[in-house]
């Protein structure tokens, strides 16, 4: 059985960082893009990046339904397609967004 209290700190930092990526990104980066996942989601999801690594992000989310709830997942993406992600957008709307998260009282820890 999965420890609860630690995915509570994993909900509440999921939702928090849902709400400033949504409010800072587009949903797609193109009207042509394929639509399985928006920016929104592999961004908050590249987020938890900062605590853990790309498969643990996955395993997390498979096994915490809130944060699938809060993310509107219908299915979870693999860990290349979060990678790929990243590669695409780089490290300065990362570095961006997570500063507003340390304005919300959230303290970052890179691996």
């Keep these: 059985m999965p420890n609860k209290k630690l995915f509570s700190g994993f909900v509440k930092f999921v939702r928090i960082s849902y709400g400033v990526c949504r409010d800072s990104i587009r949903m797609y980066s193109s009207r042509f893009s394929r639509h399985d996942f928006t920016q929104i989601q592999l961004m908050t999801l590249l987020m938890l990046k900062m605590r853990m690594r790309y498969r643990e992000i996955v395993d997390v989310v498979s096994l915490c339904l809130d944060i699938m709830k809060i993310l509107k997942l219908s299915k979870i ?35």
């Excluded at 500063?99 to 009282?105: A, D, L, P, W």
Aim: glycine share 6%; hydrophobic share 45%.
């Design 77 to 111: 993406p693999h860990y290349i397609t979060l990678h790929k992600f990243f590669m695409r957008i780089g490290s300065l709307l990362l570095e961006k967004l997570l500063s507003k998260m340390k304005t919300c009282g959230f303290q970052i820890v890179n691996n």
